[in-house]
Nanobody, 128 residues
Framework: QVLLVESGGGLVQAGGSLRLSCAAS????????MGWFRQTPGKEREFVAG???????NYADSVKGRFTISGDSAKNTAYLQMNSLKPEDTAVYYC??????????????????????WGQGTQVTVSS
């Protein structure tokens, strides 16, 4: 059974940076897409960033220019570099990866059902 584990969350002041990591264990697959989502209490989980086949990427408007997704598909590792953090970025961040088939359409990266595996989440808190 594939498990994804996020790390790198924590408490940071506004304007600071954090780098989230996501590692897979328990199985072998090629990550055709990687995504990061976040959720705050009382709200639905929302898309943050995604990376697919051929280098395609997609970012939520709220993080564009501040966050960067990267990773190693063969090693099933994903990263989210978060700069210029704002208090409204406070949330639990979830990593997701896709093992079945390539994704070239960037809009598809925003959908949760694009992904096969999910992590348990890591808390990011940005203080003002």
């Amino acid at each position: 059974q594939v498990l994804l584990v996020e790390s790198g969350g924590g408490l940071v002041q506004a304007g600071g940076s954090l780098r989230l990591s996501c590692a897979a264990s328990g199985g072998t697959f090629y990550s055709h897409a990687m995504g990061w989502f976040r959720q705050t209490p009382g709200k639905e989980r929302e898309f943050v960033a995604g990376s697919g086949s051929g280098g395609t990427t997609n970012y939520a408007d709220s993080v564009k220019g501040r966050f960067t997704i990267s990773g190693d598909s063969a090693k099933n590792t994903a990263y989210l570099q978060m700069n210029s953090l704002k208090p409204e970025d406070t949330a639990v961040y979830y990593c997701a990866q896709r093992g079945r088939g390539r994704i070239y359409l960037s809009a598809t990266l925003r959908a949760e059902n694009t992904y096969d595996y999910w992590g348990q989440g890591t808390q990011v808190t940005v203080s003002s």
